[in-house]
């Protein structure tokens, strides 16, 4: 089992920057692959960015490339998204999700452990 817990969000203006951390404990976060998704009101949860269990290769969604950066720290068992340049678009909870095994996904559907989420609103 594998427990995470998102922090970091806030309320800020267009083009402020935020940084979210997913720490993660009940096992080691370097067994598994770490994504970020997203949730607006009346949408459903869709993928942002993922990470590697090596932390080699990330992934993103188009809408965040060039803006956001995930990485990972294993030796802190924390994963962070770092989210430049923020627009009111990118307003929502926001949740860091495990799965087994090495490789990331895009799907939602192929993560195993969740966190609550953390709330990121981005004013214009």
């Known amino acids: 089992q594998v427990q995470l817990v998102e922090s970091g969000g806030g309320l800020v203006q267009a083009g402020a920057s935020l940084r979210l951390s997913c720490a993660a404990s009940g096992r080691t976060l370097s067994s598994v692959a770490v994504g970020w998704f997203h949730q607006a009101p009346g949408k459903e949860r869709e993928f942002v960015a993922a990470i590697t269990r090596s932390g080699i290769r990330t992934l993103y969604t188009d809408s965040v490339k060039g803006r956001f950066t995930i990485s990972r720290d294993n030796a802190k068992n924390t994963v962070y998204l770092q989210m430049n340049s923020l627009k009111p678009e990118d307003t929502a909870v926001y949740y860091c999700?495990?799965?087994?095994?090495?490789?990331?996904?895009?799907?939602?559907?192929?993560?195993?452990?969740w966190g609550q989420g953390t709330q990121v609103t981005v004013s214009s």
């Open positions: 999700a495990a799965r087994n095994g090495a490789y990331y996904s895009r799907s939602r559907n192929d993560y195993d452990y």
